[in-house]
Nanobody, 121 residues
């Protein structure tokens, strides 16, 4: 059984930083990748960043380029999202996702429960 467990969310002032973690258990995703999505109140869920598990190639949404960085630790089966220069519009529930065959802005098979990130102005 695959489980994705996010951590690291919280309340931060605008301009601050947070690092989200997502620990995967149950299988590895060497043929695909992992990603981060977010959903703000009243809005649709949107892609934030993704990483190809084997190569480490990354992609990210235009709105977070230069501020957010996705990375992974193969040994720990964990993906991270380093978020810098946070803005109030980054406030959302952040979800970790994983796929055994795909990566990037795509449909993932597995999802975490989400972690709240709130950025105050």
């Amino acid at each position: 059984q695959v489980q994705l467990v996010e951590s690291g969310g919280g309340l931060v002032q605008a301009g601050g930083s947070l690092r989200l973690s997502c620990a995967a258990s149950g299988r590895t995703f060497s043929g695909g990748g992992m990603g981060w999505f977010r959903q703000a109140p009243g809005k649709e869920r949107e892609f934030v960043a993704g990483i190809h598990w084997n190569t480490g190639t990354t992609s990210s949404a235009t709105s977070v380029k230069g501020r957010f960085t996705i990375s992974r630790d193969k040994a720990k089966n964990t993906v991270y999202l380093q978020m810098n220069t946070l803005k109030p519009e980054d406030t959302a529930v952040y979800y970790c996702a994983a796929s055994v065959t795909k990566w990037g802005n795509t449909a993932y098979e597995y999802w975490g429960q989400g972690t709240q990130v709130t950025v105050s102005s």
